[in-house]
């Protein structure tokens, strides 16, 4: 049986680590820490806070997650799947507010791991991931106009996706076609570099070009400096004020961080899984990026998941195990330490053109066509996801999500549950016509929740009245199990079909449910002896209860 608690990284070092092992892991490490360099300053700046504390999140997250992770080749850090939900968070709560929720997150994530919910993600439906991903790609892309056209506009931008679209058109006339020249040199080099070498990133290389092409040429254009000002070149531990009569204000974002970050990363592993054919721990995982989300704020940090693209680069360039992550996460303290005051030089137009490209790259718009394509079930909850997440808020698209997808798939499921006569549902090759009259076979197909019964109720009550009948054997091998509802309901059924003097029969009952029967009391009122496993031992059982029936009759 598998720990709760079991890093990778353990593992690997127990089984053996060699010299050949570590210069893979070196390279790749190396390799990914200048992918992730202009990633973590661009997620930051997209989310509002200052670009030091994305580096800060890819290193002590990034070196968290890779050191008690229970993935062999995941790459944790700043995603742009937080943008929104950082932002949102900034604005509403401010930079404490920010710190105290993450931390909480990471609380609620190592609960999660704990209570083994690594595998509950799984059900989290596919059409949900999608819609809330592409939502997040299309305000990331739009939250990146005003920088990507140097658009001067006054005041605060609005925070809304439509007002922010109005206060754009609205301000078109001031657009800097030097900011729009760098955005497009960022695009094109960013998509187009990996034809001449995919050792480095076309964004890092990006970066460089056009912040030497400002610096040397004095381009008038807003840089990181003019923004933000200087960047620290120096990490320190700073504890957040908590004021504990308004940690309740903190919960739902603290919530939606965690479950945001716990589909993230391990969608993240389930993919690195398929590249290196290998087998995540999913709970280490989660209690991995609990810890990492609880000491990243501590350092000034912003929230951090497992990263797909990052994750997926290292395992390109020969990651296999978690020292690759360490060394991406030592890669990028370095450059902090040593480089991080050129950093401050980098035009707002180049980051914008990245994260323009990181918007693209997440949409996942085929998967989109796809979905809509398909089941009008599925393309209800894409859509409504999508929609909910860009025009209003991104924890209210995955709580309505998840109860719209748990509403369909009853009304689904509830749509399979069928009462049928022998001649409309049961086995062709099954002979009935030797079954004396006054009994009638009926077999319920579908599990007996309840979502279907009332369905079922309403059904079954009609039959002893719809048909002179005395014995009523009811099939019940295509039930796998029976909820509260569906014992509930099915007592009163047995109530109004005693009550007409028609006996039950039941046929096929597996241990699930004759467990459930006896619990509930209902194997009691049905009679045990009634209760059968299977029909041959159901048809004897009903002639003798028609027997005994006739017999008292006769008296």
Same mark, same amino acid.
């Given at each position: 049986?598998?720990?709760?608690?079991?890093?990778?990284?353990?593992?690997?070092?127990?089984?053996?680590?060699?010299?050949?092992?570590?210069?893979?892991?070196?390279?790749?490490?190396?390799?990914? #820490?200048?992918?992730?360099?202009?990633?973590?300053?661009?997620?930051?700046?997209?989310?509002?806070?200052?670009?030091?504390?994305?580096?800060?999140?890819?290193?002590?997250?990034?070196?968290?997650?890779?050191?008690?992770?229970?993935?062999?080749?995941?790459?944790? #850090?700043?995603?742009?799947?937080?943008?929104?939900?950082?932002?949102?968070?900034?604005?509403?709560?401010?930079?404490?507010?920010?710190?105290?929720?993450?931390?909480?997150?990471?609380?609620?994530?190592?609960?999660?791991?704990?209570?083994?919910? #690594?595998?509950?993600?799984?059900?989290?439906?596919?059409?949900?991931?999608?819609?809330?991903?592409?939502?997040?790609?299309?305000?990331?892309?739009?939250?990146?106009?005003?920088?990507?056209?140097?658009?001067?506009?006054?005041?605060?931008?609005?925070?809304?996706?439509?007002?922010?679209?109005?206060?754009?058109?609205?301000?078109?006339?001031?657009?800097?076609?030097?900011?729009?020249?760098?955005?497009?040199?960022?695009?094109?080099?960013?998509?187009?570099?990996?034809?001449?070498?995919?050792?480095?990133?076309?964004?890092?290389?990006?970066?460089?070009?056009?912040?030497?092409?400002?610096?040397?040429?004095?381009?008038?254009?807003?840089?990181?400096?003019?923004?933000?000002?200087?960047?620290?070149?120096?990490?320190?531990?700073?504890?957040?004020?908590?004021?504990?009569?308004?940690?309740?204000?903190?919960?739902?974002?603290?919530?939606?961080?965690?479950?945001?970050?716990?589909?993230?990363?391990?969608?993240?592993?389930?993919?690195?899984?398929?590249?290196?054919?290998?087998?995540?721990?999913?709970?280490?995982?989660?209690?991995?990026?609990?810890?990492?989300?609880?000491?990243?704020?501590?350092?000034?940090?912003?929230?951090?998941?497992?990263?797909?693209?990052?994750?997926?680069?290292?395992?390109?360039?020969? #990651?296999?195990?978690?020292?690759?992550?360490?060394?991406?996460?030592?890669?990028?303290?370095?450059?902090?330490?040593?480089?991080?005051?050129?950093?401050?030089?980098?035009?707002?137009?180049?980051?914008?053109?990245?994260?323009?490209?990181?918007?693209?790259?997440?949409?996942?718009?085929?998967?989109?066509?796809?979905?809509?394509?398909?089941?009008?079930?599925?393309?209800?909850?894409?859509?409504?996801?999508?929609?909910?997440?860009?025009?209003?808020?991104?924890?209210?698209?995955?709580?309505?999500?998840?109860?719209?997808?748990?509403?369909?798939?009853?009304?689904?499921?509830?749509?399979?549950?069928?009462?049928?006569?022998?001649?409309?549902?049961?086995?062709?090759?099954?002979?009935?016509?030797?079954?004396?009259?006054?009994?009638?076979?009926?077999?319920?197909?579908?599990?007996?929740?309840?979502?279907?019964?009332?369905?079922?109720?309403?059904?079954?009550?009609?039959?002893?009245?719809?048909?002179?009948?005395?014995?009523?054997?009811?099939?019940?091998?295509?039930?796998?199990?029976?909820?509260?509802?569906?014992?509930?309901?099915?007592?009163?059924?047995?109530?109004?079909?005693?009550?007409?003097?028609?006996?039950?029969?039941?046929?096929?009952?597996?241990?699930?449910?004759?467990?459930?029967?006896?619990?509930?009391?209902?194997?009691?009122?049905?009679?045990?002896?009634?209760?059968?496993?299977?029909?041959?031992?159901?048809?004897?059982?009903?002639?003798?209860?028609?027997?005994?029936?006739?017999?008292?009759?006769?008296?």
């Amino acid at each position: 049986m598998e720990k709760i608690f079991s890093p990778k990284l353990f593992s690997v070092l127990h089984k053996g680590y060699s010299k050949k092992m570590f210069q893979t892991d070196l390279m790749s490490g190396i390799i990914v #820490g200048i992918v992730a360099l202009p990633l973590a300053i661009a997620f930051a700046v997209a989310s509002g806070v200052s670009p030091e504390k994305g580096l800060i999140t890819a290193i002590v997250a990034g070196f968290i997650i890779s050191f008690l992770g229970g993935s062999r080749v995941q790459i944790g #850090g700043p995603t742009g799947a937080f943008i929104v939900v950082v932002a949102g968070i900034v604005n509403q709560y401010g930079m404490q507010g920010l710190l105290i929720s993450t931390v909480l997150a990471g609380i609620m994530l190592v609960i999660f791991g704990l209570l083994k919910f #690594g595998s509950v993600i799984k059900f989290i439906p596919h059409p949900l991931v999608v819609g809330f991903t592409s939502g997040i790609a299309l305000t990331i892309f739009t939250t990146q106009i005003k920088d990507a056209f140097g658009l001067s506009i006054s005041g605060d931008l609005p925070s809304d996706f439509i007002g922010k679209w109005g206060a754009y058109f609205a301000n078109f006339d001031t657009i800097n076609w030097t900011a729009v020249v760098i955005t497009l040199v960022t695009i094109f080099i960013s998509l187009f570099f990996k034809k001449i070498t995919d050792k480095i990133p076309g964004s890092f290389v990006a970066i460089v070009l056009t912040t030497v092409a400002v610096a040397v040429f004095h381009l008038p254009v807003s840089t990181i400096e003019t923004v933000f000002g200087e960047i620290p070149s120096s990490i320190s531990i700073e504890f957040p004020s908590i004021d504990w009569s308004l940690i309740g204000n903190y919960i739902q974002p603290a919530l939606t961080i965690a479950v945001l970050g716990a589909i993230e990363s391990l969608l993240s592993a389930v993919v690195a899984d398929g590249m290196i054919g290998g087998n995540h721990r999913s709970n280490t995982e989660l209690i991995a990026q609990g810890i990492a989300n609880i000491a990243s704020p501590l350092f000034g940090g912003i929230p951090a998941t497992g990263a797909i693209a990052r994750t997926a680069t290292n395992v390109k360039n020969g #990651g296999r195990t978690p020292v690759a992550g360490i060394v991406h996460a030592l890669t990028l303290l370095l450059i902090m330490l040593f480089f991080g005051s050129y950093a401050k030089l980098i035009p707002m137009s180049c980051l914008a053109g990245v994260l323009i490209v990181v918007a693209y790259n997440m949409s996942e718009w085929r998967s989109f066509v796809s979905i809509t394509k398909g089941s009008k079930y599925d393309t209800i909850i894409l859509v409504t996801t999508f929609l909910i997440t860009v025009l209003v808020d991104l924890t209210y698209a995955i709580e309505v999500g998840m109860v719209m997808a748990c509403l369909l798939f009853m009304q689904r499921m509830s749509k399979q549950c069928q009462v049928l006569t022998v001649t409309e549902g049961s086995d062709p090759l099954e002979n009935y016509s030797f079954l004396p009259k006054g009994i009638d076979v009926y077999e319920i197909s579908g599990p007996f929740f309840f979502g279907a019964a009332k369905k079922y109720r309403e059904i079954l009550r009609g039959l002893a009245s719809a048909h002179k009948v005395k014995v009523l054997v009811i099939r019940m091998r295509h039930v796998p199990f029976m909820d509260s509802t569906g014992i509930n309901n099915f007592s009163a059924v047995i109530d109004e079909i005693h009550a007409v003097n028609v006996t039950i029969v039941l046929s096929g009952v597996n241990e699930s449910v004759r467990s459930e029967l006896e619990r509930s009391g209902l194997a009691d009122k049905l009679d045990k002896l009634n209760i059968c496993s299977n029909f041959d031992i159901a048809k004897e059982r009903a002639k003798e209860v028609l027997q005994e029936i006739e017999s008292q009759e006769n008296k």
